[in-house]
C-alpha cells in the first residue's frame, strides 16, 4: 500500500515563504510522476507545479517565479519551496503521485491528505 504524508504548512504573513514536503511510502518500484495542487474555498482543485521523472517541470502561471518543486529521489519524497507568498495562495495544498509497485506494471495515482497554508494580509 502506498502512502503520501504531507508537512510544512501553517501560517504565514504576505511576503513570506514556506517549505512542503511530501514522502512516499509502502510498495514502491518507482515514481512516474510527482505533483503539489491546492484546493481554496469555493474553488476547484489546480495543479501547482508537477515534476514527472525525466521530464520538464511545469508550473502554473500563478505561482511561476515564486514557487520551486524539487524531489529527492532517494528518499521518495517532494519539497514545495514557496517565496513571496500572496493572501491568494491560501489554500489546502496536497501532492500527488503515479507509482509504478513492480517492474514493467503500470502506475497508478495516489493523494495525501492534504496541509493547510494561510497567507495573512
Known amino acids: 500500500q502506498v502512502r503520501l504524508v504531507e508537512s510544512g504548512g501553517g501560517l504565514v504573513q504576505t511576503g513570506g515563504s514556506l517549505r512542503l514536503s511530501c514522502t512516499v511510502t509502502?510498495?514502491?518500484?518507482?515514481?512516474?510522476?510527482v505533483a503539489w495542487y491546492r484546493q481554496a474555498p469555493g474553488k476547484q482543485r489546480e495543479l501547482v507545479a508537477s515534476a514527472p521523472t525525466g521530464a520538464r517541470v511545469i508550473y502554473a502561471d500563478p505561482v511561476k517565479g515564486r514557487f520551486t518543486i524539487s524531489r529527492d529521489n532517494a528518499k521518495n519524497a517532494v519539497y514545495l519551496e514557496m517565496n513571496s507568498l500572496k493572501p491568494e495562495d491560501t489554500a489546502v495544498y496536497s501532492c500527488?503521485?503515479?507509482?509504478?509497485?513492480?517492474?514493467?506494471?503500470?502506475?497508478?495515482?495516489?493523494w495525501g491528505q492534504g496541509t493547510q497554508v494561510t497567507v495573512s494580509s
Open positions: 500527488g503521485a503515479d507509482v509504478r509497485p513492480s517492474s514493467g506494471g503500470k502506475c497508478y495515482a495516489y
Open positions: 509502502g510498495s514502491i518500484y518507482s515514481i512516474c510522476i
